[in-house]
């Protein structure tokens, strides 16, 4: 079990977030955070959930406005700790399920994580918006718009990279986890989930867990309106993987 504990973020990843901040506000101010606006935008977006609106299509540059930074934040710096720990190094390929506008993906970019990248989302918003922010950005990436699970079987050795889509599934039970994790997987912030991930996966994987709560220097302070974050991810690797 992983005990969560207050580190620091290395100036590297602190500046390379920064500038993609930077970089979203010139070329994308749509899209940028909006800390004024964050505490309605939840709000909105808690409301269009409770309604059962498909917000990912209506609210989709809300949701970014309201999320985004902080996804991308904390992604980097799941992908950044398990990479520093030499995991995911001979990965065929990365595979983000249920992407969005793709923080994860460009997290894994930033950190060094292969150089073939694969973002799958069923909304058609998501899925533009992910395209502009990866222009913006100078990021490779082949978008697909489709059902997960049928797009990764295309993609038995990729890595899997599963920030949010998991909690969106009407199953989230054992042979659904191990359908995704394949080889190789990583689960980002899923306080809600983890537990259910190490169970079904416990036997056929290899567990590495964060539970971490990052002091934020100044410069990100300002960015996101916090003075920390937490980051609560585990990553999957396949035993006795070919």
Same mark, same amino acid.
């Given at each position: 079990?992983?005990?969560?504990?207050?580190?620091?973020? #290395?100036?590297?990843?602190?500046?390379?977030?920064?500038? &993609? @901040?930077?970089?979203?506000?010139?070329?994308?101010?749509?899209?940028? !955070?909006?800390?004024?606006?964050?505490?309605?935008?939840?709000?909105?977006?808690?409301?269009?959930?409770?309604?059962?609106?498909?917000?990912?299509?209506?609210?989709?540059?809300?949701?970014?406005?309201?999320?985004?930074?902080?996804?991308?934040?904390?992604?980097? @710096?799941?992908?950044? !700790?398990?990479?520093?720990?030499?995991?995911?190094?001979? $990965?065929?390929?990365?595979?983000? @399920?249920?992407?969005?506008?793709?923080?994860?993906?460009?997290?894994?970019?930033?950190?060094?994580?292969? #150089?073939?990248?694969?973002?799958?989302?069923?909304?058609?918003?998501? $899925? &533009?918006? #992910?395209?502009? *922010?990866?222009?913006?950005?100078?990021? $490779?990436?082949?978008?697909?718009?489709?059902?997960?699970?049928?797009?990764?079987?295309?993609?038995?050795?990729?890595?899997?990279?599963? #920030? !949010?889509?998991?909690?969106?599934?009407?199953?989230?039970?054992?042979? *659904?986890?191990?359908?995704?994790?394949?080889?190789?997987?990583?689960?980002?912030? !899923?306080?809600?989930?983890? &537990?259910?991930?190490?169970?079904?996966?416990?036997? $056929?994987?290899?567990?590495?867990?964060?539970?971490?709560?990052?002091? @934020?220097?100044?410069? *990100?302070?300002?960015?996101?309106?916090?003075?920390?974050?937490?980051?609560?991810?585990?990553?999957?690797?396949?035993?006795?993987?070919?």
């Amino acid at each position: 079990m992983s005990t969560q504990v207050e580190v620091r973020i #290395s100036s590297g990843l602190a500046q390379a977030f920064v500038a &993609d @901040l930077e970089r979203i506000r010139d070329r994308l101010p749509e899209l940028a !955070y909006c800390r004024a606006a964050h505490e309605e935008i939840k709000t909105r977006l808690r409301q269009s959930v409770a309604l059962g609106q498909d917000f990912y299509e209506s609210e989709a540059v809300n949701f970014n406005k309201a999320y985004f930074a902080k996804n991308y934040l904390k992604a980097l @710096l799941a992908v950044s !700790y398990f990479r520093c720990r030499g995991l995911f190094a001979d $990965s065929a390929g990365l595979i983000d @399920l249920g992407a969005g506008a793709g923080p994860a993906t460009i997290a894994a970019v930033r950190a060094g994580l292969s #150089s073939e990248r694969v973002m799958i989302d069923s909304s058609h918003s998501q $899925s &533009d918006i #992910s395209s502009q *922010l990866c222009t913006a950005l100078s990021i $490779s990436s082949r978008p697909i718009r489709g059902d997960a699970l049928q797009v990764i079987q295309a993609f038995p050795n990729a890595t899997k990279l599963v #920030s !949010y889509w998991l909690c969106e599934q009407s199953s989230t039970g054992a042979e *659904l986890i191990r359908n995704v994790a394949g080889r190789s997987a990583l689960f980002i912030d !899923y306080p809600r989930y983890l &537990d259910r991930v190490r169970e079904a996966l416990s036997h $056929s994987h290899v567990i590495y867990s964060i539970d971490h709560r990052f002091h @934020l220097p100044s410069a *990100l302070q300002r960015e996101l309106n916090a003075k920390s974050i937490r980051v609560h991810s585990v990553a999957a690797v396949q035993r006795n993987a070919a």
